[in-house]
């Protein structure tokens, strides 16, 4: 569901969001065209709004115990949504970039294949978690993410992500777990 579906329509600070968000044409590959949030952090206020809407969505739950951030843009946002909700954050690395012991679910991008892996101690049983990424495209990165988590026990609430590409429908993918997105894609500006 898209925030502005949520309680949200017409909220300013949306709009700065979308706003902020370049396109890179044709990266990584020919016919992607990449959404660079790295633009987002460049302004401080939209960062912290971005912030602060999954905060809101989250703080009053209660029963989130874990944020997830999938690497390595879910890295800029989840460590903030977790230590404002007194969750604990878990990031989940890509193959090889964790040292000790790891479980790791691996899965297919729309432009290859990829791992995710985290600590085996990281997650206990029973945990709720809200697993958070930039965007979700074909929901292979998501889907990946809430089979790893559930491997060891945890429980899913919820999938966060700054952009949704509804043409796509990737949530799909995630059987039946709720996916929270801020804006859709940004469109290529026109200099």
Do not use: W
Not at 101 to 121: F, N, W
Not at 157 to 168: D, K, T, Y
């Amino acid at each position: 569901m898209y925030a502005a579906e949520n309680g949200l329509k017409g909220d300013p600070r949306l709009e700065a969001i979308s706003n902020t968000i370049r396109v890179i044409p044709h990266f990584p590959k020919p016919g992607i065209m990449f959404q660079d949030i790295s633009t987002l952090f460049l302004n401080h206020k939209v960062f912290k709004d971005t912030v602060d809407i999954f905060i809101d969505r989250y703080k009053h739950m209660g029963c989130i115990s874990l944020v997830a951030g999938v690497e390595s843009r879910g890295f800029m946002f989840g460590p903030s949504i977790a230590l404002a909700i007194g969750a604990k954050f878990v990031p989940l690395r890509k193959h090889g970039k964790l040292p000790g012991k790891v479980v790791c679910e691996c899965y297919e991008l729309e432009y290859g294949k990829d791992c995710l892996e985290m600590h085996v101690d990281a997650v206990q049983p029973g945990d709720k978690a809200v697993v958070i990424d930039d965007l979700i495209a074909t929901g292979g990165t998501l889907s990946a993410a809430i089979k790893l988590l559930e491997s060891v026990g945890a429980e899913v609430v919820e999938c966060a992500c700054v952009i949704g590409l509804p043409e796509v429908k990737g949530e799909k993918r995630l059987n039946g777990r709720p996916v929270y997105i801020l804006v859709e894609p940004s469109e290529l500006k026109q200099s």
